[in-house]
């Protein structure tokens, strides 16, 4: 089943509260989710450990490159998705992530430098893709989003360097900041309403099981 694969070079973008807000929410319709944690410093680990409130599902720290392959393949064949949260730098893991996903989502915030690294992680993608043959469906996400000229602006250069982009972004909300220690999916408020649109948009790429 799908292996969706969450990276940046760039540290911060979002990638662990979006592999938290995607793990939470699947495993609440009722999914087998498997996360696999592949970043050294373990923060989606130890959420999933110790603040995650919610229906349960896997969850394996596991940032040895060699080791993550093998366990990519064999939950890729148990779970209805899995879910690879990457470290935020160059480092071999989040390769082996990219290159044994169905689909590579990279989180992005909106300065120039945060557009930069989320290209060149897709530059990545790509090149991975081209070194295995076969396809790895990569777009960018916006995150952390204020209604501003800024997010407008970043929006553009994505699309000037031709980057495929999702339409759902996250904005900058509380309660998205707030998930690392209350543990609960946001269920009022704005989030609820973005959190469906970045489902309902990664299920209509096939990204997500039906
Ligand atoms: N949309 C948002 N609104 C408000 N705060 C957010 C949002 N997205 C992420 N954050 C906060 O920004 C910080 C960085 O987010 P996060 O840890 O998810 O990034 P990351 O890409 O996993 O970082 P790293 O590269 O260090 O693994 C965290 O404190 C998180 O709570
Ligand atoms: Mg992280």
Known sequence: MPVLTIASSKGGPGKTTVAMLLAGSLAAEGRKVVALDADPTQAFSRWAANAYEGPTFETHAESDETRLAYLIDSKAGEAD????????????????????????????????????????TVRLAEGLARAARREIPTAVLLNKVRRTQLARHAAHEIQVAGLPRLEASLSDLVAYGELSYSGRIPQIGPAVIEIAGLLAELRERGWLPR
Not at 83 to 105: C, K
Not at 112 to 117: G, N, Q, Y
Request: proline share 2%; no cysteine; net charge negative.
């Open 81 to 120: 998705i899995v879910i690879v949260d990457t470290a935020g730098f160059g480092n071999r893991s989040a390769a082996v992530a990219m290159t044994s996903a169905d689909a590579v989502l990279v989180p992005t915030l909106s300065g120039e430098a945060d557009v930069t690294e989320a290209e060149k």
